[in-house]
């Protein structure tokens, strides 16, 4: 299957918001989790350090392998999945 980017993610209002093309999940690349352009970056890598304090200037310096857009996508989809709702399935 390889590496899978996000083809798009919906806005809670059902609208499509934006293609998130820098964010892929390989299976066997970092347990699955979502990370920039197939790298071993994950997107809660870069969440973490942003929450933190650092700055994207900042990222960028310390890892030159990233681009300005791949800290914007990560913070995209970690606002996306924030948003998304949990629905609880009835048991017999």
């Known amino acids: 299957m390889g590496n899978r980017p996000l083809i798009g993610y919906i806005h809670p209002g059902g609208t499509l918001m934006e293609t998130l093309n820098r964010i892929t999940q390989t ?3 970092m347990g699955g989790k979502p990370c920039i352009r197939g790298m071993r970056v994950t997107v ?3 969440v973490a350090q942003v929450s933190s304090g650092m ?3 900042e990222l ?3 890892y ?3 681009e ?4 914007t996508q990560a913070l ?7 948003e998304e709702r949990e ?3 009835a048991t017999s």
Request: hydrophobic content about 50%.
């Open 27 to 29: 299976p066997g690349l």
């Open 64 to 66: 030159p392998y990233l």
């Open 55 to 57: 700055s994207t200037d």
């Open 60 to 62: 960028l310096a310390d």
């Open 87 to 89: 629905v609880v399935l």
């Open 76 to 82: 995209q989809y970690a606002a996306w999945r924030a």
């Open 44 to 46: 809660g890598m870069i």
């Open 68 to 71: 300005r857009d791949d800290i």
